[in-house]
C-alpha cells in the first residue's frame, strides 16, 4: 500500500509544484508582488482552505499515535486505518491532477529555460522524499514525513526559486551587458522609451504603425517589458537595416526603469501617465512617480533628447514643469491644461465615439489641423494616439500623413476588442490586464451602447492603502452606467457594491461569483439580442472562450 500512496503523493505534490512556479513566474519572480498576492482572498485561500486543515489534523493524529506505537491496537488496525486515509486523500488528489490536465485547466509555467531548470530541481526534491520514504518501514514516521514535505510545499517551491534567484541575477546582467554592448553600436539607430502606469502597449502599437509608414520600426513585442524581454528582444532581431527601436518599459520597483534605460538608452522618452497601480510593489507614491512616473526615463535621456507628457495627467504636470530639456506635452482638455499655465503642443477636439471607430480633430501650435477616423474601441485611445501623433511630428512627418498612416491601425491594437457571438450578444474583451483609469475609460466607452450592459471584473490588486477609494469610485461608475455587474473575486467587492448602490444600482443587480458556469447561466438569463458584456481583467481564459461561443 505504502508504493500507490508514494505514486499518488508525488503527483499531488507535483501539482502544488507546477502552480507554485506558475504563480512565481506569474509575478515575474518579483518577492513582493508574489507576497501580494497573498494578501488577496484567492492567496488566503492558498493557506487556509479545508484541505490544508485536513492535513494538518491527520499530521497532528500521526504524531500524536508515534509514542503508542509499540501497543498492539497502534500495529494492527490502526495501523490500516493511518494507510488508508493517506491512501484515499492522494488519490482523490491524483483524480483531481487528471481532471485538471483533461479539462486543460491545470495552471503550469511557461515552459522557459528558466522554468524548466525550476521544474527539474522540484522534481529531483519530490524524488528525495519519495526514496527516503519508500525505506521507511515505520508507516507513522512514514506519514509524518509525506504530509509535512507536502504542507510545506509551497515553502520548498518557493525556497527552491530564491536560492536559485542570485544565478537567475547573474545571468540576467550578462545578457543585458550584451544587449547593451550591442545597440551602443547602433549609432544612427532613434530609440524610443515609453513607460507609464497605463496606454503603454497601445501606445507602442499606435507609434510602430504610424512610423513603419517612413522607417524601419523594431518593437517589444507583447509582455517583452522587463529587462530581460527587452534585451532578448535587442539580441535577436535588432539588425543594422533598423532606423527606429520603439521599447515598453514596465517596473515594479524605484530604480526599475533606470535600468531598462541603461539598456536601451533611449533618445526620445514617452511617459503616458500614471495612477495607483502597483502601489503596493512600489511602497509609496514617490517611488512610483520615480519609476512609472518617468522620472528616471527623463535622467536618462541625453541633452539632446526629448521627452513626451500626458498633459492630462495631475501628475505628468508637475514634471512637465519641472523638465528643462526639450519636451513636448499633449491633451484632450485643452482647456484643463491651459488652467495650469501649460500650452499644450498638439490636442484633440471634436472626439466623436462610435461603436467601432473614433473621430476626432488634431490640432498644434502651428495652427495645423488634420482630421482622425481610426477603427479602434473607445475614447480613452485618443490619448495614446496623440502621443504616437506628437512623437511622429518630430520624426518630420505631417499631421496628414499621420492621418493617414493611423488608417492602418487595428482594432486588436488597442486594449479593447470588440466580439459578436453567434447569438448576436457584443462582448468587449479588455482581459489583457486592468488599472484603475483602463476600467474608467472602458466604463465610458460601455455606455455609448443603447442596451443592456453588463460587467464581468475581478478585483484591482497591488493597489496599497487607496484600494478601498479606488473600488468605490469604480463601483460608483457601474452603477452609472451597467445593469448588471459580476465581480469575480472577493477582496474589494463590497466596497465596488457600495459605489454602485451609490449610484442607484440594485443590490440584487451587484453579484460575487467566481465560478465560470453559474456566470454563464446568470449571463443567459439576463441578456439578449444586442446586449453587451464587458469582460475586464483578468478572467478565466476559459470564461472568456464561453461567453464568445455563447
Known sequence: MNYLIIIFW?????KNALFYL??????????????????????????????????????????????????????????????????????????????????????????????????SLSVFF????????????????????LLI????????????????????????????????????????????????????????EFLSTILSEKFNVLKTKEHQNSEMGISNCILNELNLNHQVFIAEMGAYRKGGIKMLANIVKPKIGIITG???????????IENLLSAEGGKELIESLPSDGLVIFNGDNKYLKDLYKETFILKRIYSVNKLDLEKSGIEPDFWAEDIKVEKRFIHFTVKNKNNEIEHFTINILGAHNVSNILAAITTAYDFGMSLKEISQACLKIKPEQGSIHLFETKSGLNILDSSYSANPDGVIADLNYLSIYPRKKIIIMPCLIELGKVSKEIHQKIGRKIGEVCDLSIITTKDRYEDIKKGAIESGMKEENIIFDENTDTILKRIKNFVSVGDVVLIEGRVSKELVERLKSL
Not at 508525488?10 to 507535483?14: A, K, N
Open 126 to 145: 519530490i524524488f528525495l522524499i519519495c526514496a527516503y520514504s519508500i525505506f521507511l518501514k515505520n508507516i507513522l514516521y512514514f506519514g509524518v514525513y
Open 22 to 119: 506558475y504563480l512565481w513566474q506569474l509575478k515575474e519572480y518579483q518577492f513582493y508582488r508574489f507576497l501580494d498576492h497573498f494578501r488577496t482572498e484567492k492567496g488566503k485561500r492558498l493557506i487556509f482552505n479545508k484541505i490544508i486543515i485536513l492535513k494538518i489534523f491527520i499530521l497532528f493524529f500521526f504524531l500524536l499515535f508515534i509514542p503508542f506505537q509499540k501497543t498492539i491496537v497502534i500495529k494492527g488496525f490502526l495501523l490500516f486505518f493511518l494507510q488508508s486515509i493517506l491512501l484515499f486523500i492522494y488519490f482523490a488528489e491524483f483524480f483531481i491532477f487528471l481532471f485538471k490536465i483533461f479539462q486543460k485547466k491545470l495552471k503550469k509555467p511557461v515552459l522557459t529555460k528558466k522554468a524548466i531548470l525550476l521544474i
Open 149 to 204: 514535505f507536502d504542507i510545506l510545499s509551497p515553502i520548498i517551491f518557493s525556497l527552491i526559486v530564491l536560492i536559485l534567484e542570485p544565478f537567475s541575477i547573474l545571468l540576467r546582467k550578462k545578457i543585458m551587458r550584451k544587449a547593451e554592448e550591442k545597440i551602443s553600436n547602433f549609432k544612427e539607430l532613434i530609440t524610443i522609451g515609453i513607460t507609464g502606469s497605463f496606454g503603454k502597449t497601445s501606445t507602442k
Open 274 to 284: 500614471v495612477n495607483e497601480q502597483h502601489l503596493a510593489t512600489f511602497g509609496s
Open 10 to 14: 508525488f503527483f499531488s505534490v507535483f
